[in-house]
T-cell receptor, first 114, second 114 residues
């Protein structure tokens, strides 16, 4: 079974500053990793995913994440945030053995300060 | 094309009543998933289907919850004898059957049990 921990429930950051949202996972098997974003009053949308290959993954809206197997982490970063990035961000994991069940973290709310 | 749709968007019901929540996936998507999302939490897996076959129902909380997808397209999640603790956002997602495929989420049904 897999699990996901998002240590920060809320992260305030000034506009145009860099941000990192932390995600750690636990699994006894190989994993796929995802970051989803939920804008206010909207559904979830995929930001990026790691399946295999390069550990640095680039997604939409200037976000990127790095898979670190030894630290079992998949932190999300953006070098300069905008007010439009205000949203809830969910890290998620699934096993690679044909089990498509995705386990989500509790989410991190990103507050952009003017 | 059209995304995942869910109906109703909002449902208020009295404790003890049965409710049926509907999900219409993206045309051609083989896999369909149901999640429950409590306020301030990430989506919690309930069950998923490939075509009409229910592959995993390990997330269904108890036997009051059931789901079907009889023709491999539209799915219905049924909650019998609703309780106040069933109040939540119920989300549906669909995807292609390839491992690691992006799941496309619907807008959700907000269920309130009074």
């Amino acid at each position: 079974a897999q699990s996901v921990t998002q240590l920060d429930s809320q992260v305030p950051v000034f506009e145009e500053a860099p941000v990192e949202l932390r995600c750690n996972y636990s699994s006894s098997v190989s994993v796929y990793l995802f970051w989803y974003v939920q804008y206010p009053n909207q559904g979830l949308q995929l930001l990026l995913k790691y399946l295999s290959g390069s550990t640095l993954v680039k997604g939409i809206n200037g976000f990127e994440a790095e898979f670190n197997k030894s630290q079992t982490s998949f932190h999300l970063r953006k070098p300069s945030v905008h007010i439009s990035d205000t949203a809830e961000y969910f890290c998620a994991v699934s096993g690679t053995g044909g089990d498509d069940k995705i386990i989500f973290g509790k989410g991190t709310r990103l507050h952009i300060l003017p | 094309g059209a995304g995942v749709s869910q109906s109703p968007r909002y449902k208020v019901t009295k404790r003890g009543q049965d409710v049926a929540l509907r999900c219409d996936p993206i045309s051609g998507h083989v896999s369909l998933y149901w999640y429950r999302q409590a306020l301030g939490q990430g989506p919690e897996f309930l069950t998923y289907f490939n075509y009409e076959a229910q592959q995993d129902k390990s997330g269904l909380p108890n036997d009051r919850f059931s789901a079907e997808r009889p023709e491999g397209s539209i799915s219905t999640l049924t909650i019998q004898r609703t309780e106040q603790r069933d109040s939540a956002m119920y989300r549906c997602a669909s995807s292609q059957p390839r491992e690691g495929s992006e799941q496309y989420f619907g807008p959700g049904t907000r269920l309130t049990v009074t």
